[in-house]
């Protein structure tokens, strides 16, 4: 019985971070309604989706003790296999989300309308974080062991990534205009783009 609870609680927070990190990515179309406030709003949107996300953190380590036997697919049969695999994934998206989140600053964890477009790792890559930060959710499949969350997480990964590249970068355009336009022909969102002669 607590198998499917637990299932049931990290697909809702799941649901939950996609929704309240989108949310956070918004400040200035909710300003259009809300006024100023909508600012500081989109700072408790962003911690709201932390909480959300650790929590998912939680009950996805919690798989390790409740999985459903059907679909309980073990990468490997010594445990260790799938811990080897998480942190070669955990490594280099680590660095990719300090680097993004300390290059950021503050608006890493809040929205503020003085903050200038950034420079350092996002002269090369827009999404620094997102990039990070999402491998880490495979990373975590393979650390449970789990075939069928390495499948769930990637599935999620490649699902919510897109939608939320696309929300935050219209707020993004409505907050820099121009600028950011250019930006974004030069700079991929994921990956380095190429330069063309």
């Not at 809702?12 to 996609?18: N, Y």
């Not at 009950?59 to 049969?77: A, G, K, R, T, V």
């Not at 929205?111 to 959710?137: A, C, D, V, W």
Request: charged content about 15%.
């Amino acid at each position: 019985m607590f198998e499917w609870i637990n299932f049931a609680l990290i697909l809702f927070s799941l649901v939950m971070f996609a929704f309240f990190y989108s949310l956070s990515t918004l400040p200035v179309t909710l300003s259009e309604r809300r006024g100023e406030r909508a600012w500081k709003e989109c700072g408790i949107y962003r911690f709201i989706a932390i909480l959300f996300e650790f929590a998912a953190i939680i009950f996805i380590f919690l798989w390790i003790c409740y999985p459903f036997p059907p679909i309980d697919w073990p990468i490997h049969q010594h445990w260790w296999v799938g811990i080897i695999i998480s942190i070669i994934i955990a490594i280099p998206s680590t660095a990719f989300m300090i680097v993004g989140m300390l290059h950021a600053g503050k608006e890493t964890s809040a929205p503020s309308k003085e903050t200038p477009m950034y420079g350092g790792i996002y002269n090369y890559i827009r999404h620094p974080q997102t990039l990070g930060e999402m491998s880490l959710f495979i990373a975590l499949g393979f650390a449970v062991n789990s075939w069928f969350m390495v499948l769930l997480l990637t599935a999620y990964v490649l699902l919510y990534t897109p939608i939320m590249i696309i929300i935050e970068e219209k707020d993004l355009i409505k907050r820099f205009g121009e600028s950011y336009l250019e930006y974004r022909k030069r700079v991929g969102a994921l990956w380095l783009k190429r330069k063309r002669n």
